[in-house]
């Protein structure tokens, strides 16, 4: 089923939660609303369901204008975060309901019906719970059950809100990875909500980007993530250092002149002495050890190393493989308020460059983000 989703809005009294919101999803796809809470992506889910109409726009199914269709005609199937599944049915009564609460005319037969709730435990890989009851089962269990379950009623469309939101970490990254795979199984048309960047990243065809009940942007997780759109979408897809400085002619200062680092921003070239702002990745920064070596003759006080941020080492995380640095940088304009600047380096670098908490360090960014007008 493809969804065409044209300029909805929605207000709730005096709040927009949604603001000329418009997407169009392919038949076959997965998509993730990935966004802050608040920022209208359940909202615009449970329109899409039909459990919310909306004040303006249009939703329209393989061609057909949906937008005022009951819930019960719009052939969705709708996984909650907390499960919501039946507490005194046992797992295979639980997947049945759907199938058993049709109209008399459509129900199939219990035999139909016994074999094809079989067939979806054995998809979701749990048909020996089937006498089981919720208050057995696992969080990840039960979920599997509910997408079981929803899946029961044939849905042309999947929906999915926070799925794996009340679950714990190890299990959340197995679930992603099962619901791919059972995605690429069925094809069948699926959203899901989600404040996890890396759940949208990991499992979705596309990502929607939302932000105060509008569309931030739109694209493959690569694409989202290479060419963030706004500093929002930048600042929201995971961590990163926000630095302050002015941009003139391509290049970009960070800092005072004589230790500062210069980004080229070709794409800027025609701008002229306007504050600017640059996200860096903490991958992105290079760390070396800082020392002010004057070049003679320069009253200036520049050194003989690469321009940089010069920061102290206030903070050192080992994490596995690499170790997370945080720093403060000497010139606090250079951050917000000069807040803490984060650089992940191998545990080796860290080991072999013994980095001592207190010591001056020397920050160079090799890749970073430059919007101008701000900062």
């Not at 109209?103 to 054995?122: E, G, N, W």
């Not at 070239?269 to 920064?285: E, G, I, T």
Request: charged fraction near 20%; charge should be negative.
């Amino acid at each position: 089923m493809s969804l065409q989703i044209s300029h909805i809005s929605k207000n709730f009294g005096s709040f927009h939660a949604l603001q000329d919101v418009s997407v169009d999803i392919e038949s076959g796809e997965l998509v993730a609303l990935l966004g802050p809470s608040g920022c209208g992506k359940t909202t615009l889910l449970r329109i899409i369901a039909g459990l919310e109409t909306a004040d303006a726009g249009n939703i329209v199914c393989d061609g057909k204008d949906t937008t005022h269709e009951h819930v019960r005609d719009r052939r969705v199937g709708f996984v909650f975060q907390h499960y919501a599944l039946f507490r005194h049915m046992s797992v295979f009564d639980n997947v049945a309901f759907g199938l058993r609460m049709k109209p008399r005319a459509l129900r199939p037969s219990a035999a139909v019906i016994r074999q094809k709730v079989h067939d979806l435990l054995s998809l979701v890989q749990l048909d020996w719970l089937a006498d089981q009851y919720p208050a057995q089962l696992s969080g990840g269990q039960r979920q599997r059950i509910a997408l079981a379950r929803a899946l029961a009623v044939e849905p042309q469309m999947l929906l999915l809100d926070e799925p794996f939101g009340a679950l714990d970490a190890k299990v959340r990254k197995e679930l992603r990875r099962w619901l791919r795979r059972l995605h690429d199984d069925l094809h069948v048309t699926s959203i899901f909500v989600t404040h996890d960047q890396e759940e949208a990243l990991e499992v979705a065809d596309r990502v929607v980007l939302m932000n105060a009940g509008q569309v931030a942007q739109i694209g493959t997780p690569q694409d989202v993530w290479d060419h963030p759109a706004s500093p929002f979408v930048y600042g929201f897809l995971g961590d990163v250092n926000l630095f302050h400085g002015r941009a003139h002619a391509g290049e970009m200062l960070i800092g005072a002149a004589h230790h500062g680092v210069r980004l080229a921003t070709p794409e800027h070239s025609l701008v002229h002495d306007q504050k600017a702002c640059a996200y860096v990745r903490p991958h992105d920064l290079d760390v070396q050890r800082y020392t002010a070596s004057p070049t003679v003759g320069n009253a200036a006080g520049s050194t003989d190393q690469p321009g940089g941020i010069i920061a102290t080492l206030t903070r050192a995380v080992p994490a596995g493989p690499i170790v997370r640095l945080e720093l403060q940088a000497l010139d606090p304009l250079a951050t917000d308020g000069g807040q803490l600047i984060e650089a992940h380096i191998s545990a080796q670098l860290y080991r072999d460059q013994a980095f001592a908490i207190g010591e001056t360090l020397l920050l160079t960014p090799h890749k970073a983000r430059v919007f101008v007008g701000q900062g």
